[in-house]
């Protein structure tokens, strides 16, 4: 599996205030043998960084069938409380399941600003 069958999909907007909640999923679309592997077979590990580097907050994910095409792995993180700051930041997700060699990782850049 290529990381062109694979889609990050933020919010519309990648602005976000500390009291919103942060929603992003990331879809795969299995080919040929591996489609006929179930979804949870499939995990996504997200990881919210600030611009340092530093994890502020992550978590795996399985992965669910979507709309019969593709599997879907859904986070809804809220962004308040002590651990997020305001600033830059990255999202990132790292795909694993069968078919996939070695880490498979897309990253989005996000923007949280203090309010």
Request: some cysteine.
């Amino acid at each position: 599996m290529r990381a062109e069958n694979c889609r990050v999909h933020l919010d519309a907007t990648e602005r976000f205030r500390t009291t919103d909640t942060l929603r992003a999923f990331v879809r795969i679309y299995p080919a040929g043998r591996l489609e006929k592997r179930p979804p949870e077979d499939w995990t996504a590990q997200y990881a919210l960084r600030s611009a340092g580097g530093t994890v502020e907050k992550q978590g795996d994910f399985r992965f669910t069938l979507d709309s019969g095409s593709g599997y879907l792995a859904l986070v809804q993180w809220p962004l308040s409380g002590g651990s997020i700051g305001p600033g830059e930041h990255s999202l990132e997700v790292v795909i694993r399941g069968p078919g996939i060699h070695g880490d498979l990782k897309l990253t989005r850049r996000l923007a949280v600003d203090a309010r």
